[in-house]
């Protein structure tokens, strides 16, 4: 939607408020970050690493604006504006995500595509191809315009700006460039359910070029390159997975802190909180010269979309950052105990995904879609769904997007608890 003027309040600031005080925000309080179902505070889960990401992208914002004021200017915007946008979008970045984190995006999608080619296929129903593909990205531009807040009525109702900002990966579940590492139906943005919409946002901000991204995604996504890269590093030696001394030796290149300065801290948490916020600041500092070096490039929709400005920056301080990545993804990502909890996610989620689609599909299979008169099981299904539940005015698509839209929106804790007891356990 277009911005409201509103006293006292930037639209952006609004936006904010609108996903915060969202319930597929509050949820985040309880899905993986990296290690799921951690019972130890001080390790990140998703929203966690939400606000530690929109406190960067909020500076990073205000950096690259400070640059660029007389053209924000020019604009009627300020360097403000830029970083509580850039805020903004940070604070939905992840609103899409499912239980038990990206093995829970791959688990949904596999499903699905086993679903659509069996049960979908059987039911006489036309229903949309991508039904076979699920995404995080896509299933949060659903929630952000469709599925949540004002359900069926603008999502959240965030500015255009913001959901255009939100948008990583320009196009639908069905385009050839939506696929990674040889898997089709991965990295895109908009389910066919939500093309009108994504269609509108293109428009009303003007959103051009080969590769058609708004500006203020590139510091969204560096923003969450830095904080995931930082701080899944240091929850490992939380975990004790990597040692304090390991850690050490990885971010101090990028950090650049003395050693007199390191050894005056005198415990292992404050020399972490020196080391991170030091080597953010280093960071910040050297993605806004990558911005800014590639700006007309990025304005123009020329930018390859698969290159962060990360991948664009050159030097010592780049490969030092690398090196936490590689560390991170070598190590820490495939931890036995993240594993085995990624494992068993499958079967949960499998067994969730059954009960509620077969629920939805009897629904859409329903000549009058009067629940009451339906089979028992169904009813009860959809009883559990609250008002996540289909509605008579769906297309059987949008009906089977309820189910993936109630099992994708649940907690680690709420999907183990009900497929246990969906097993009568």
């Not at 639209?11 to 509050?26: A, E, L, T």
């Not at 490039?297 to 030097?315: F, Q, T």
């Amino acid at each position: 939607m277009a911005p409201r003027p509103t006293a006292g309040r930037n639209p952006f600031q609004i936006d904010q408020d609108r996903i915060v005080f969202s319930r597929p925000f509050r949820r985040l309080q309880q899905k993986t970050q990296v290690h799921p179902l951690v019972s130890n505070p001080h390790v990140r889960n998703r929203l966690l690493h939400t606000l530690e990401v929109a406190s960067i992208g909020r500076s990073l914002g205000f950096a690259v604006g400070s640059e660029l004021a007389s053209e924000l200017a020019a604009a009627g915007q300020t360097p403000d504006d830029l970083g509580y946008l850039v805020q903004a979008v940070c604070l939905a970045h992840d609103i899409g995500n499912p239980p038990f984190g990206h093995a829970g995006e791959e688990v949904i999608s596999d499903f699905m595509a086993e679903w659509l080619a069996g049960p979908g296929a059987a039911s006489g129903l036309e229903l949309d191809a991508d039904l076979a593909c699920f995404d995080g990205n896509a299933q949060g531009f659903r929630i952000l315009t469709r599925a949540d807040g004002y359900r069926e009525r603008g999502g959240l109702q965030l500015t255009f700006a913001s959901l255009a900002a939100f948008i990583k990966y320009p196009w639908s579940g069905e385009d050839p460039r939506a696929a990674r590492d040889g898997r089709p139906g991965v990295k895109f943005n908009a389910f066919a359910t939500e093309a009108g919409a994504f269609a509108a946002v293109a428009r009303q901000c003007g959103l051009s070029g080969p590769l058609p991204r708004h500006p203020a995604v590139w510091l969204m996504e560096a923003a969450d390159d830095i904080t995931y890269g930082l701080a899944d590093l240091e929850d490992a030696v939380e975990l004790q997975i990597l040692s304090y001394e390991q850690y050490e030796q990885l971010v101090l290149p990028v950090a650049r802190v003395t050693r007199e300065r390191l050894d005056a801290e005198d415990s292992v948490p404050q020399k972490l909180a020196l080391l991170r916020s030091r080597a953010a600041g280093q960071m910040i500092g050297e993605l806004k010269k990558s911005f800014l070096e590639h700006r007309e490039a990025i304005l123009a929709g020329e930018m390859p979309v698969r290159k962060g400005l990360l991948d664009l920056c050159a030097g010592e301080l780049r490969e030092a950052f690398d090196a936490i990545r590689r560390t991170n993804r070598e190590v820490l990502y495939l931890h036995a105990r993240k594993v085995e909890f990624e494992i068993g996610a499958r079967d949960t989620l499998e067994k969730t995904l059954t009960v509620f689609l077969e629920a939805c599909l009897a629904y859409a299979r329903s000549p009058d879609k009067d629940i009451a008169r339906m089979k028992l099981r169904p009813r009860q299904a959809l009883s559990l769904m609250q008002d996540y539940h289909p509605r008579p005015i769906l297309s059987p698509s949008e009906t089977i997007r309820c189910a993936v839209d109630f099992v994708a929106g649940m907690t680690d804790n709420y999907a183990a608890t009900l497929a246990a007891r969906l097993r009568g356990l």
